[in-house]
């Protein structure tokens, strides 16, 4: 018989359901309901899962959730129509923009019982009184036809037993069909224990001491049809109406497609005519001496699959956003498939020029896929939150809100509550957390775990562990996505539930991208990224120091200079490029032209490298390898990248050309090599593929081989379009490092934090490329780092670069402007001078003597700090006239006592640096140590890295970078600075193990092992790693602090 | 075992004190918690209790009065004699401060002893005592760990350099508390010690002026007493929570401990209680002291006052607890209680009775039985279908007996975290009726074997 299961509470009703929405569809599948539908409490955040779901094993679903009003009964309630779903997203909306973000408040009046596209369902109460009854009178005569009175069994005894017939009876007397709700919080019953979990997270509790709180017993859950028959026996006609109601729901999240994007009147032109207008501008601007025919060829194409689409308002949005961060500086780009199209181009969203590229405007706008495109843009970093507010201001809270993420729950988390949960003493809790830091996708294993001190084989432990990884990937709440913003046509409200965001005057929906992605609503990203900031530094410094005016578009293209110092993996501070894994690909790829940065940017990623890309590509670059096409069609469509498939939209023509796929199959194939969340979704094509290419003759091995690749772009592969933009930054950034490297290095010092590298290294690395370094110092400096000198001394023509005082730590920007302001009066000429003239705190001055700062002043690090502490902190008026009085006569009153301080050795000097700006002018702390290194046997960087392979070496650095890729099955990367550059080391998963400790706490490593190298590039494979902190210690007499920054 | 006190009153907790074996194994005080635990991950880590400390600091003291007049406690670790005039007696000042160490090695306590002309110096001699006084780090005299910080970064490492800055730089340009430090341990300043606070005794002796030989007499006695003591522990603001009654006479003695679980006991109480005690175990035939201590006593603990009276009442219940107590011996008084659980057997707790009335039950969700067998029976039941309810008894000997459903059934899973009791049987409850009209409470279970099992756990009525 056909029935539905329409209670399902799913995880979506955070810490109550213990279930996914695809969870239960899968089982609602399997069990053979007809359809189901969700019952979370106030939201709609799962729906868009379960719909899909749904539709994926071919069963029904109805949209709806709980309303549970303060002051009336809880309901069940369903979307029959478009119009209904409006309503109810309105009235959730209503519910919960009235109280801070996540929450909601109902009252009974706020209920959409008038509206007829809204069926509802009375909830059975835990006592039927006559509160309740006369609610339900009420309730009756408002919706009557569309209200059901629900009754539920879930084997609980009597008592139950006598609410559904008081239920019955009420139902009877007020004319209302039954409704059979029994309710789910598992998809099956091997859930309870979570469910059990959750409530004592819920209720901060732990398992001895939650009581009856807990699940009773497993009832709660799904029930197929015969098991929902067998429950409600004696009430037959209640099931039917399951059905019934089912059917009534017509509402689909399908339906939503087509509500977007705003439209506004453009002085009497459609947006259509609007958009063709601004091209044709944009066309005009990029190319003053006229329009090349290939592009204006595209730009037609384009503009016609736009008009088709009726996609024009979208870009025209975009561009508006684009447009005013222009207005305001802003530096900005697109990026992503967006860098497929012309359009996008001379409105000068993307940068991607199609007269040099090969653009696939379907990988970006397809007639196939009847959905909007995604344009994300990038921009800098510090002003993104300025383009947020504009777009509020602009489209109204009505029309624009934030997208959601799903902040799932994570191992960490995870250990530590569910310890709590069972008991567990805080010292376990702290020891389980600890275990999972750095953990995969599978926790911790018995090794990890017997180092932080636990027993893996103890039961306990054992069911916690298990009930963790249960709990690890459940939706634990919703956050705000930092820049996806979703705008719309109608209100935004009527096509999802808003809610408040933490920070006042932002609102966030309830959805976060991929459910807007499935349902094709537009959403716009506005990114943020560092070198954006940088570069527009960069140019106002060349602008106001050099008198050179460039920007983003100007930039002279093809310098050799720069490939040449690319080649050379010379690229700290350079966007993209700068990572380990990069620096060491760059010798080996030689970049020679624009599209080799392409590439680079693309296959240096996991993807490519699991895909087995990377290194087919090197060897036939190498010419190690002969470039050879299996079939020409392959040859077209690989050409560019010498046989071997490097990007998404390589990928996609493949399974077109070669595998016959139609571009809707092709689209599924790119969509599930994009949800990297459903991994297993890619080997589903795999069959498909491979058949296809082997009917049009190739062979099956080749097939699978080529099936393969496109697997590993499941996790990272990009777009060429998208590489193309991110490599005109790379570009970019190079040229500015290359040619002047003194502007690089303030703009990028002053756009901190961003990067891979901290302050220290692209100081030590500017210096190496000779750019002179001024230290801090209260007469010269300002908050930003800043450019000196004329150059003109200089044989290239180089600035100093004067460190800003932003590099003091613990100095407050307000503190240092008051200085800067100060001094606009003239120079200090001694240190109660500036006191007084500055007004500044004991601390601020302390902060700038540790800083040795005063160095104009004549004072030394110690000698300034003996004197701030030596000021008198108050200042009493008659004081400050004699001193005044006084110092016309010259010399300050009531001086400071004199002392004699011993001056630091070398090394304490460099560690005092360290402390107090993150590195130091006079040196590198190893060269102190170099000779007792040495003694060791320990090599510089330079000398290992010169070693053949094979060879036995150690060396000694300082840690920067520690690096575990989730694809290298525990592989640690680590850099090592010493005064001579970088060391790169490779530990296996026994080593990394063995030398834990040493990997985590030494500020200072010696590492002992064997040379690996690859033409230029080398690394030391570690046998052992040893702390050598206590010869830093020793330097400053004191342990020093740990440097190291910890990738993925 | 290497050990850890571990000051969990900060956001991040830290090690304050570590024992021989963990400073062994490479720890120092100082470490958070997580560094300590992967330095040594077998460390036994224990929370520090500040007051606890002071208590035993105190109690060293008071043990160590017998060197010195003079001892003070000097928390969080440490313990100042001011020996003046005392070495005498002990044949020198390092026979003196030797008899000290051994002194507190017998109690188990590790010691490091330093003797110096100011007690600034004794400090600073028992920590460093290795090193020459110059050499002594700067940082010992510092403590707030900024001022350490300072120090450092000025390159004041040792006490010489401290020493060598004229003291007005010192105190202005480093720290006043700094500079008085300083003056007290060259002994240009005086340092005044706190006195060791002295412990309350509550304790009343009476001696009869006439043996008392007739019991009838004791009484009396024994109520004069305690009017007495209570009235002292009154003054000052303390109750009695353990009593010792000594009777001594005639060669004999005889004692008695009373621990009233009440917490502010009257003496009308503990005379009840005495007497009731002596009825069990007579005092001496002749009585000639009395001797009433309260041993054990704590602050009186704040009294909230009905506005209506009804006192009396509330009193009632622990007055018969007490007497039951007194009667039948310490912890042999049990009160049932609710517990909040769904498995029927766990809703029932048994505990010791103290001053507490234990909690009302609240209604079971679902009738209950009103006997409960001690143990939950097997039967043999038939059923139409397998899990379906019940619909006849065996008895053996007697063949079925016809049941009829009193209610639906009840599933109640039993505790899926805890060990499983063999006692807390069942899964489905049924409460039926049989023939006879009796009403009896099943519980059914799956078996090992897959089966199903059946228990009567109770009747009703």
């Known amino acids: 018989m056909e029935a539905a299961f329409l209670r399902c509470v799913s995880a979506f009703d955070f810490l109550k359901g213990a279930s996914l929405p695809e969870e239960y569809a899968e089982a609602a599948a399997r069990a053979g309901l007809a359809g189901f539908a969700l019952a979370d409490g106030g939201t709609l955040a799962g729906v868009v899962r379960a719909h899909l779901a749904a539709r994926e094993v071919g069963i029904r679903f109805a949209v709806g959730c709980r309303l549970d009003p303060e002051d009336g009964p809880s309901l069940l309630c369903w979307a029959a129509s478009r119009e209904g779903y409006a309503r109810l997203c309105r009235t959730l909306t209503a519910g919960r923009l009235r109280v801070p973000k996540g929450r909601i408040r109902l009252l009974f009046r706020d209920l959409p019982l008038d509206e007829p596209g809204l069926l509802f369902a009375l909830l059975p109460p835990a006592v039927v009184d006559d509160a309740f009854r006369a609610r339900a009178r009420d309730l009756a005569e408002l919706a009557r036809g569309r209200l059901w009175c629900g009754i539920e069994r879930h084997l609980e005894g009597p008592p139950e037993e006598e609410r559904l017939a008081a239920v019955a009876e009420l139902a009877d007397r007020l004319r209302l069909p039954l409704l059979a709700l029994p309710e789910a919080r598992l998809h099956d019953p091997a859930r309870r224990p979570l469910l059990d979990v959750l409530t004592c997270i819920r209720e901060r509790c732990t398992l001895e001491e939650a009581g009856s709180r807990l699940a009773r017993n497993a009832e709660r859950r799904l029930l197929s049809p015969r098991g929902l028959e067998a429950r409600f026996s004696d009430h037959p006609e209640a099931l039917i109406q399951t059905a019934e109601v089912l059917a009534r729901c017509r509402f689909s999240l399908d339906g939503l497609r087509y509500d977007y994007p705003v439209e506004e009147d453009y002085g009497g032109l459609t947006p259509q005519q609007e958009l063709e207008r601004r091209v044709r501008e944009g066309a005009a601007w990029r190319w003053p001496e006229g329009v090349p025919e290939k592009v204006r060829a595209q730009l037609s194409h384009e503009l016609r699959v736009v008009a088709e689409l009726g996609y024009a308002p979208y870009f025209l949005t975009v561009h508006d956003i684009v447009r005013f961060a222009r207005s305001r500086g802003i530096l900005c780009q697109g990026r992503g498939s967006a860098a497929n199209s012309a359009i996008c181009y001379v409105l000068g969203i993307t940068s991607v020029d199609p007269e040099k590229s090969d653009l696939l405007f379907e990988r970006f706008v397809s007639a196939a896929r009847a959905e909007p495109p995604d344009i994300d843009v990038d921009f800098e970093h510090e002003r993104r939150e300025e383009v947020i507010r504009w777009v509020f201001e602009r489209y109204g809270r009505e029309h624009a809100a934030m997208v959601a993420t799903v902040i799932c729950w994570r191992w960490k988390s995870a250990l530590r509550e569910v310890a709590g949960v069972f008991g567990l003493p805080r010292e376990v809790q702290d020891a389980l957390s600890r275990a999972a830091s750095g953990t995969g996708a599978e926790g911790p294993d018995a090794a990890t775990l017997r180092a932080s001190g636990l027993d893996p084989e103890d039961p306990t432990l054992r069911r916690v562990l298990e009930l963790a990884r249960e709990l690890v990937g459940l939706p634990r709440h919703l956050s705000q996505h930092p820049g996806g913003m979703v705008i719309s046509r109608s209100p935004l409200c009527e096509l999802v539930p808003v809610e408040n965001a933490a920070m006042p005057g932002r609102t966030v929906i309830e959805w976060d991208r991929d459910d807007l992605d499935a349902l094709g609503l537009l959403k716009i990203d506005l990114l943020g990224l560092g070198i954006l900031s940088c570069l527009r530094r960069a140019f106002e410094l060349l602008r106001v120091h050099k008198g050179i005016d460039l920007d983003l578009a100007r930039i002279p293209p093809e310098d050799p200079a720069v490939y040449g110092m690319l080649a050379r993996g010379d690229s700290i501070g350079v966007f993209q490029v700068e990572s380990r894994a990069q620096t060491s690909m760059l010798p080996r790829l030689k970049p020679r032209c624009f599209y080799d940065l392409v590439v680079q940017v693309a296959i240096v990623r996991p993807g490519p490298i699991q895909g087995e890309m990377v290194h087919p590509y090197l060897r036939r670059r190498c010419g190690e390898e002969p470039v050879t096409f299996p079939s020409r069609e392959l040859g077209e469509i690989l050409g560019r990248t010498l046989g071997v498939p490097l990007f998404q939209e390589q990928a996609m023509k493949i399974a077109i050309r070669a595998a016959g796929f139609t571009p809707e199959e092709a689209e599924g194939l790119r969509r599930a090599m994009a949800a990297f969340r459903r991994a297993g979704e890619v080997a589903r094509w795999r069959e498909r593929f491979v058949t296809g290419m082997v009917r049009r003759g190739y062979g099956r091995d080749f097939a699978e081989r080529c099936f393969r690749q496109i697997e590993g772009f499941g996790a990272y592969g990009f777009p060429e379009s998208h590489a193309a933009s991110f490599a005109l930054l790379v570009y970019a950034s190079a040229w500015v490092k290359c040619h002047h490297p003194d502007v690089f290095l303030a703009a990028i010092l002053n756009s901190q934090p961003m990067g891979f590298y901290a302050p220290a290294q692209l100081v030590r690395d500017a210096r190496a490329h000779g750019v002179a370094v001024r230290p801090v110092d209260v007469n010269a400096s300002l908050w930003d780092c800043t450019l000196e000198g004329d150059g003109e001394g200089d044989a290239n023509r180089r600035l100093a670069v004067r460190l800003g005082l932003r590099m003091v730590k613990g100095l407050g920007r307000a503190e240092a402007e008051r200085l800067v302001e100060a001094r606009r009066a003239g120079p200090f000429r001694d240190l109660p001078e500036l006191a007084a003239r500055t007004g500044l705190s004991r601390g601020a001055l302390e902060r700038l003597a540790e800083a040795d700062a005063f160095g104009s002043l004549g004072l030394s690090r110690r000698q300034a700090l003996w004197q701030v502490r030596g000021l008198r902190t108050t200042h009493l008026p008659l004081f400050a006239r004699v001193e005044a009085e006084r110092r016309e006569g010259g010399g300050p009153v009531d001086p400071p006592h004199p002392a004699r301080l011993r001056e630091p050795a070398a090394g304490e000097a460099i560690a005092l640096d360290w402390e107090s700006l993150g590195l130091s002018l006079r040196g590198h702390p190893l060269e102190l140590l170099r000779e007792d290194l040495a003694a060791r046997g320990v090599l510089t960087a330079r000398a290992a890295n010169a070693l053949p392979d094979g060879a036995r070496a150690a060396v000694a650095g300082l840690p920067i970078v520690r690096q575990r890729p989730g694809t290298a099955k525990g592989v640690v990367f680590v850099t090592l600075e010493d005064e001579t550059g970088f060391a790169n080391l490779i530990l296996w998963p026994d080593r990394a193990r063995r030398f834990r400790h040493a990997l985590l706490f030494a500020a200072l490593a010696v590492a002992r092992g064997r040379i690996q190298r690859e033409g230029e590039v080398v690394h030391l494979l570690v046998d052992r790693l040893g702390d050598a902190s206590h010869l830093l210690r020793r330097l400053a007499d004191r342990p020093p602090p740990v440097m190291a920054r910890d990738f993925r | ?461």
């Open chain 2, 1 to 461: 075992m290497p050990l850890a006190l571990v000051d969990r009153t900060r956001a991040r907790p830290r090690v304050v004190a570590v024992n021989a074996a963990a400073r062994a194994r490479g720890l120092g005080v100082g470490a958070d918690v997580g560094e300590a635990r992967l330095r040594v991950p077998d460390i036994v880590l224990l929370p520090d209790d500040p007051p606890a400390r002071t208590r035993a600091l105190v109690r060293i003291c008071r043990g160590l009065r017998r060197l010195s007049p003079r001892v003070v406690p000097e928390p969080p670790d440490g313990v100042l004699l001011d020996v003046t005039g005392c070495a005498a007696l002990f044949g020198g000042e390092a026979a003196l401060v030797r008899a000290a160490s051994d002194h507190l090695r017998r109690l188990d306590v590790a010691v490091l002893a330093g003797l110096g002309d100011t007690p600034e110096e004794a400090r600073l001699r028992a920590r460093f005592a290795a090193r020459a006084p110059e050499d002594v780090p700067a940082p010992a005299l510092a403590g707030d760990p900024r001022l350490v910080r300072t120090l450092h970064r000025l390159g004041l490492r040792r006490l010489s350099d401290l020493a060598a800055l004229p003291r007005a730089a010192v105190a202005r340009h480093l720290d006043p508390a700094l500079a008085r430090r300083l003056d007290a341990l060259a002994g240009r300043r005086e340092e005044a010690l706190a006195a060791l606070p002295e412990a309350p005794r509550f304790r009343v002796h009476l001696v009869l002026p006439a043996p008392l030989r007739e019991e009838a007499a004791l009484p009396a006695v024994l109520e004069r007493g305690l009017h007495r003591l209570l009235a002292g522990l009154e003054r000052s603001g303390r109750v009695v929570r353990r009593l010792r009654c000594t009777l001594a006479g005639g060669g004999g003695s005889r004692i008695l401990d009373l621990e009233p679980a009440s917490p502010a006991p009257d003496a009308s109480l503990l005379l009840r209680l005495l007497l009731l005690r002596l009825e069990r175990r007579p005092p001496p035939a002749v009585v000639e002291e009395v001797v009433l201590e309260a041993v054990r006593h704590a602050p009186r603990p704040a009294r909230q006052r009905a506005l209506e009276g009804g006192e009396e009442e509330a009193e009632a219940f622990p007055r018969l607890l007490e007497e039951l107590g007194a009667l039948l011996g310490p912890r042999r008084v049990l009160v049932f209680e609710p517990r909040d659980d769904h498995r029927p057997l766990r809703t029932v707790r048994v505990r010791e009775a103290d001053g507490v009335p234990p909690a009302p039950f609240p209604r079971p969700p679902a009738p209950r039985p009103l006997l409960w067998l001690p143990r939950p029976r097997p039967v043999e039941v038939v059923a139409v279908v397998p899990d379906g309810p019940p619909v006849a008894l065996v008895e053996p000997g007697s063949g079925l007996l016809r049941l009829s459903r009193a209610g639906p059934v009840e599933r109640i899973e039993p505790a899926w975290w805890r060990e499983s009791d063999p006692r807390d049987v069942g899964r489905d409850f049924f409460a039926v009726r049989d023939e006879r009209g009796r009403g009896l409470w099943l519980a059914r279970e799956e078996g090992p074997d897959g089966a199903p099992r059946w228990f009567l756990l109770g009747t009703f009525g």
